[in-house]
């Protein structure tokens, strides 16, 4: 039975059997117990599935990756300690040191630098290209050596919409896989894997947690490329760190997450914890209740923003005439998530004492958890930059981005009015 995404997110994973907690527990044990030497020999041929040591894989931590993969349509999914390491993952799978991948320039500034800098350290390349760029730019960024195209479904932090089927066509033409990551759109927003993207990634600390208190990250495998195609033999000759194990040969459609698993989660030890996996999975048991409220108060907001006169310009996909509303159309039908931003007619003065006079919406760096969060970067988080340094990274310095939380939208409404009155 196929259930609704609203029903995997309370049924999907955790299966008890017979007498075993209604409830995913968690299984804070590094360690398993078994009866014969022969069953830890299966195991670790991969000729068994089971767990052998809480940074491979852990029962509790095995079920939300269950759930992750059961809404988002996926053979498969990993879990890691944050949304960097899934990023990082989810490349370094795919491309060594020699290779080179395409990325959207409009994502998440942690990435961006993961990309930039400390991947390129490690002798693989990237192109920056602007999303909007026509098939045929984007086809010229295109190298013998390159192996993977890289964008997120709604950007953090300027909320441009990634055409996923524009980018899935030129992927698959170049024989080269796609990586969405769909954290702020969430699979309830979004599918990228029914569009054709062939990874998915999050950072599991945004909405599937969605109150802030754990950090994750996620990657999740549709199952759908095709591996042999010549271009990538780590998946297709053996691995002699595995005793020789092909993993298209013994893995088939799953072979893309299982040696994400098997090499880089076994040398690179960035594993969740069954602590936070679990806390992820009650986050994620609300998800679709969540991003309905999230999406429909950051609706109205960016409306009463936009007949505002002390706001100068408002972003946000959902809103009738941004850049990005076609595409929104598209790809979010159920709403286009809780993040907001937006210009204070005043400027950087304006905009920093409109933030320190809000009340109900705190000053966090955070975004996408069930409160209302503010953050003006210009006098917070990007303090140090000149305002000609600002406009060059399009952190503009009367921008002021608000996380949209779950609280009654006319209470968030009421704040911004009496913080606007004051500046
Ligand atoms: C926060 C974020 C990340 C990084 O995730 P962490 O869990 O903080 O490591 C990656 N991508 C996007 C879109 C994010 O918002």
């Not at 049924?11 to 030497?37: A, C, H, M």
């Not at 491309?95 to 409009?106: K, L, N, Q, Y």
């Not at 909007?132 to 932090?157: C, H, M, V």
């Not at 917070?380 to 939208?409: C, F, M, N, Y």
Request: aromatic letters at 10%.
């Amino acid at each position: 039975m196929d259930y609704h995404i609203d029903t995997k997110a309370i049924q999907s994973g955790w299966k008890p059997k017979n007498k075993e907690p209604r409830v995913l527990p968690i299984y804070q044990s590094t360690t398993f117990k078994y009866d014969s030497g022969e069953t830890v020999g299966r195991l670790f041929n991969l000729e068994e599935e089971g767990f052998f040591y809480t940074r491979l894989a852990n029962p509790t931590v095995d079920a939300v990756e269950r759930k992750l993969a059961d809404m988002e349509g996926g053979v498969g999914a990993m879990l890691t300690s944050s949304g960097q390491a899934a990023s990082f993952i989810a490349v370094l799978n795919i491309c060594e040191a020699g290779d080179h991948f395409i990325s959207s320039a409009s994502i998440y500034g942690g990435t961006f630098n993961l990309f930039a800098v400390t991947m390129k350290k490690m002798g693989i390349d990237v192109t920056f290209i602007d999303q909007n760029a026509t098939e045929e730019e984007i086809q010229s960024a295109f190298r013998p050596n390159t192996k993977a195209i890289f964008g997120e479904t709604i950007s953090n932090p300027t909320l441009h919409v990634f055409d996923i089927e524009k980018f899935a066509k030129i992927a698959h033409k170049n024989n080269v896989p796609l990586i969405v990551d769909n954290t702020f759109a969430t699979p309830v927003l979004c599918r990228p894997i029914s569009y054709g993207a062939d990874i998915v990634v999050y950072s599991a600390s945004k909405y599937l947690d969605g109150h802030a208190v754990a950090l994750g990250g996620a990657i999740v495998d549709s199952g759908n490329f095709d591996w042999n195609n010549g271009k990538f033999p780590s998946f297709t000759t053996p691995d002699e760190s595995y005793h020789g194990i092909i993993y298209t040969e013994t893995f088939g459609k799953s072979a893309y997450i299982a040696k994400a698993r098997a090499q880089l989660m076994r040398d690179l030890g960035c594993m969740i914890s069954p602590q936070n996996a679990f806390l992820i999975n009650l986050g994620m048991e609300t998800l679709p209740l969540r991003m309905e409220r999230h999406s429909k108060n950051a609706l109205e907001i960016a409306k009463f923003l936009n007949s505002h006169k002390k706001i100068s310009w408002v972003n946000y996909p959902g809103l009738e005439g941004n850049a990005d509303y076609r595409l929104a159309e598209k790809y979010l039908t159920k709403g286009a998530s809780g993040v907001v931003s937006f210009g204070i007619a005043g400027g950087r003065e304006a905009a920093a004492k409109f933030m320190d006079t809000l009340s109900l919406a705190s000053i966090v760096v955070h975004v996408a958890d069930a409160r209302t969060g503010v953050l003006h970067p210009a006098s917070s988080t990007h303090r140090q930059l000149s305002d000609k340094q600002l406009e060059e990274s399009g952190v503009v310095p009367e921008l002021v981005r608000l996380s949209v939380g779950i609280e009654h939208a006319g209470d968030i409404i009421a704040d911004i009015t009496q913080a606007l009155e004051k500046c």
